[in-house]
């Protein structure tokens, strides 16, 4: 087996064995291939073994990427030569040398990650089901890999990967593809996430588009958030927060934009959403109406902090908000509210939305309290007099008019269906049945 070895004095006992994948390097303990010296970045490069060659690709280090002596960025290490990270030098080592016999498949360029290709998927009764055309575009060649295969293996494969690791590569592939969603970094060369972002927005607007990072900045957030991105999330670091990831991201290629609001509330993507930025430590301002009413959620740091809905305020107007089975949401950048009314952890409050979504129904006006209607209303008990003082005649009954029935109320919102926090991380779709089975079915895939 070939590898990679650490030759540096003190780091001598460091190395990597090399297969057919892409391999990180870099100090974080993220990387394939962990190098702990302070010279190193976190994630400073990246190789591949081709034959008896090792392909690499700086990704934007601080102290540089060397080959030769020379700063690469991309550049193929030849046997010999000697592979020098920030400080700490490094030799490939091969341990047989490859078959004459056998000639070698030429890889693609370093820049280029064939698209899979199109596959037609069938239902249970052989009927089409939807492809949608996901664009990842990213610098980190281990990463769109990981990405290929982690999304490509989900349910029904209802997704056709497509990837790219520069702005140029997308920009060709969203001219010759009619792309539904695109993914992309905003810490890429030359034209960055941000500026790319801004490009794809003027040019396709139509093409729903997610920025999935690694950097937590509410400066970047707020600038992805005015060019268009519907979404800016962060890149999780465990197979639960992809899967919500995917969840996500399979809600938004469902949604349809209407008067610039992302998503209807009969999603349930706003629990995705919510859950999302508490995880990653955001700061957000989730906007939510329909008819009746109309209410903003603050995340401020991964905390909400305050929520209002016509005069409600607080933890009422949150639970308020997230009863509405019909309408829309958005997510817009973070502004200071005028006042901070909600102390609970989001974890508790979304727990005691789903606790009473499950037991009561929701109905509200834009007074001051939130009205519970149960679900069953229990017949109202005679009092029993009290021995030590006389009983009282009954008053004679008094007639009862004839009245015309009248219709019941309607109410302005109904609770929503039941789903708690590990359903969410669990579920396949958003989409969550009625705890007792009737209702309106929903038109999404089944788990």
């Given at each position: 087996m070939s590898r990679l070895v650490v030759i540096t004095e003190g780091l001598t006992s460091v190395s990597h064995e090399l297969g057919t994948r892409w391999v990180t390097i870099g100090r974080a303990d993220s990387n394939a291939f962990q190098i702990v010296e302070t010279s190193v970045s976190s994630q400073h490069c990246e190789v591949l073994l081709r034959g008896n060659e090792l392909v690499v690709r700086d990704l934007r280090s601080t102290n540089g990427t060397f080959i030769g002596g020379r700063t690469v960025t991309e550049a193929v290490l030849p046997p010999g030569q000697t592979l020098r990270l920030g400080q700490v030098e490094l030799r490939l080592e091969i341990s047989a040398p490859a078959s004459p016999t056998a000639p070698l498949t030429t890889a693609p360029a370093a820049t280029e990650v064939p698209s899979s290709a199109p596959v037609k998927i069938t239902g249970a009764k052989g009927d089409g089901l939807k492809i949608y055309r996901v664009l990842f575009v990213d610098d980190s060649m281990a990463f769109l890999e990981m990405v290929t295969d982690l999304f490509g293996a989900q349910k029904n494969k209802t997704w056709e990967i497509h990837t790219a690791g520069s702005a140029d590569k997308a920009l060709v592939i969203l001219q010759q593809k009619l792309i539904d969603l695109v993914v992309l970094d905003i810490g890429?060369?030359?034209?960055?996430?941000?500026?790319?972002?801004?490009l794809i927005h003027q040019r396709y607007p139509n093409v729903k588009k997610v920025v999935l990072t690694g950097e937590s900045d509410d400066s970047h957030r707020a600038a992805c958030l005015?060019?268009?991105?519907?979404?800016?999330?962060?890149?999780?670091?465990?197979?639960?927060?992809?899967?919500?990831i995917f969840n996500l991201?399979?809600?938004?290629?469902?949604?349809?934009?209407?008067?610039?609001?992302?998503?209807?509330?009969?999603?349930?993507?706003?629990?995705?959403?919510?859950?999302?930025?508490?995880?990653?430590?955001?700061?957000?301002?989730?906007?939510?109406?329909?008819?009746?009413?109309?209410?903003?959620?603050?995340?401020?740091?991964g905390a909400i902090v305050h929520a209002s809905a016509g005069k409600l305020v607080g933890e009422k107007a949150f639970h308020q908000l997230l009863s509405l089975t019909d309408g829309e949401f958005r997510l817009i950048p973070f502004r200071a509210p005028a006042e901070r009314t909600v102390q609970s952890q989001w974890e508790a409050l979304l727990a005691e939305t789903a606790r009473l979504r499950e037991e009561e129904n929701y109905s509200a006006d834009d007074g001051d309290t939130i009205l519970i209607t149960k679900k069953s209303v229990a017949k109202k008990a005679i009092p029993t007099p009290s021995p030590s003082s006389?009983?009282?005649p009954p008053p004679p009954p008094k007639p009862i008019p004839d009245e015309p029935s009248q219709p019941e109320a309607r109410r302005s919102t109904s609770g929503m269906n039941s789903i708690t926090l590990e359903e969410m991380v669990e579920a396949d779709t958003t989409l969550?049945?009625?705890?007792?089975?009737?209702?309106?079915?929903?038109?999404?895939?089944?788990?």
């Open positions: 890429m060369p030359l034209l960055n996430g941000v500026q790319l972002l801004g005015a060019n268009g991105a519907e979404l800016y999330l962060l890149k999780p670091g465990d197979e639960d927060g992809w899967r919500l991201l399979s809600s938004l290629l469902r949604w349809e934009d209407r008067n610039d609001f992302v998503s209807p509330l009969s999603d349930a993507g706003l629990y995705n959403v919510i859950q999302l930025e508490c995880v990653g430590g955001n700061s957000s301002i989730l906007e939510v109406r329909n008819q009746q009413t109309s209410g903003e959620i603050y995340i401020e740091g006389p009983a009282a969550i049945p009625k705890p007792d089975g009737k209702g309106p079915a929903s038109d999404s895939p089944k788990k």
